[in-house]
């Protein structure tokens, strides 16, 4: 009988437990202790959604810039979206640059 209620519970914490997708709420941390293809699927609904904005906004930019951006020190308290905020502000800004209009 003691058999049958210990061996559900340890399978419970044998078997790994599924792991949740990255959102864009989540921190950075989250971000960099994601598997590679978990941060690429994100990056690419972000490259996805932001395409037409801009063509070089593909998912390996998004990938590079938040890769980027969660390497400083003080972004770790910063939110995934608010990293992807910062790519896309600073490659508007770049495209607005005057050196583009030589």
């Avoid at 959102?23 to 202790?33: E, G």
């Avoid at 994601?34 to 390996?60: H, P, V």
């Avoid at 590079?64 to 995934?80: E, M, Q």
């Amino acid at each position: 009988m003691r058999f049958r209620t210990v061996l559900p519970l340890v399978a419970v914490l044998i078997l790994p437990i599924p792991a949740r997708a990255l959102t864009m709420s989540d921190p950075l941390t989250a971000w960099v202790n994601a598997s590679a293809m978990d941060r690429m699927q994100l990056a690419t609904r972000f490259g996805k959604s932001f395409i037409a904005l801009n063509e070089s906004f593909t998912s390996g930019y998004f990938l590079k810039c938040i890769d980027d951006i969660s390497t400083y020190g003080g972004a770790k308290d910063a939110r995934i979206e608010d990293a992807m905020r910062e790519c896309v502000a600073s490659q508007q800004r770049l495209k607005g640059s005057p050196a583009d209009d030589d």
